[in-house]
């Protein structure tokens, strides 16, 4: 069985550091697509990062590039997501989820499996 188990979110003041832990079972992480998304209240979901399952490359939401780092343990099927300089627009809940492709904007297509999320709130 698939599934997805995210952790690491938390109250932080704007500039501070968080990072994301996405635990998975049931399938092998290298094998497939996998990246975060995050969903604020009130809007829509969007692509945070993720790793392309052919080649590793990876891509980001312009918003978060240079300040957030997506990396991933094969040994430990676990995936990270480092978060810098955190502002407060980056207030959302962060999912962790498996799919079919990683665009060029930090976006996975066809996802077919995602974890009950983490909150991450960034306020003084």
């Known amino acids: 069985q698939v599934q997805l188990v995210e952790s690491g979110g938390g109250l932080v003041q704007p500039g501070g550091s968080l990072r994301l832990s996405c635990v998975a079972s049931?399938?092998?992480?290298?094998?497939?697509?996998i990246g975060w998304f995050r969903q604020a209240p009130g809007k829509k979901r969007e692509g945070v990062s993720c790793?392309?399952?052919?080649?590793?490359?990876?891509d980001y939401l312009d918003s978060v590039k240079g300040r957030f780092a997506i990396s991933r343990d094969n040994a430990k099927n676990t995936m990270y997501l480092q978060m810098n300089s955190l502002k407060p627009e980056d207030t959302a809940v962060y999912y962790c989820?498996?799919?079919?492709?990683?665009?060029?904007?930090?976006?996975?297509?066809?996802?077919?499996?995602w974890g009950k999320g983490t909150l991450v709130t960034v306020s003084s």
């Open positions: 049931g399938f092998t992480l290298d094998n497939y697509a």
């Open positions: 989820a498996k799919g079919g492709y990683c665009s060029g904007s930090g976006s996975l297509g066809e996802m077919d499996a």
């Open positions: 790793f392309r399952s052919s080649d590793d490359s990876l």
